[in-house]
Nanobody
C-alpha cells in the first residue's frame, strides 16, 4: 500500500514557484520522508534534494539556490519549495522515505512548467 503521499504539483509558468509536500499516510511516524527525486519523460530518475533527521540538506547542483527542502517534524512532513522554475524541470516528482531499514516511495506528483 501507499505509505508516502505527495501533493502540490501542477502547472506553472516559467519563472514561477511551487511547493511540494510529502506526508506519511496514516501518521506512521516510524517512516520518515527524506527527500525528492524527479523523472522527466525519456529520462532516468534523478535525485533533487534530501534532508536528514538532523536537518542536514543536500541538493543537486542544478537546483542549488532555487529549491529549498524543509521538514515539519510535528507533522512528519517534508516540503520542497521550488522557485524560478524552468521548462526543462517538467517531470514527475517522487518523495522517498526511510524507517531505518527499508526505503519507501510515493506515487509521484506531476510538475509542468510552461514556456
Amino acid at each position: 500500500q501507499v505509505q508516502l503521499v505527495e501533493s502540490g504539483g501542477g502547472l506553472v509558468q516559467a519563472g514561477g514557484s511551487l511547493r511540494l509536500s510529502c506526508a506519511v499516510s496514516g501518521s506512521i511516524f516510524s517512516i520518515k520522508p527524506m527527500g525528492w527525486y524527479r523523472q522527466a519523460p525519456g529520462k532516468q530518475r534523478e535525485a533533487v534534494a534530501a534532508i536528514t533527521s538532523g536537518g542536514v540538506t543536500n541538493y543537486a547542483d542544478s537546483v542549488k539556490g532555487r529549491f529549498t527542502i524543509s521538514r515539519d517534524s510535528a507533522k512528519n512532513t517534508v516540503y520542497l519549495q521550488m522557485n524560478s522554475l524552468k521548462p526543462e524541470e517538467t517531470a514527475v516528482y517522487y518523495c522517498y522515505g526511510e524507517d531505518g531499514l527499508n526505503d519507501y516511495w510515493g506515487q509521484g506528483t506531476q510538475v509542468t512548467v510552461s514556456s
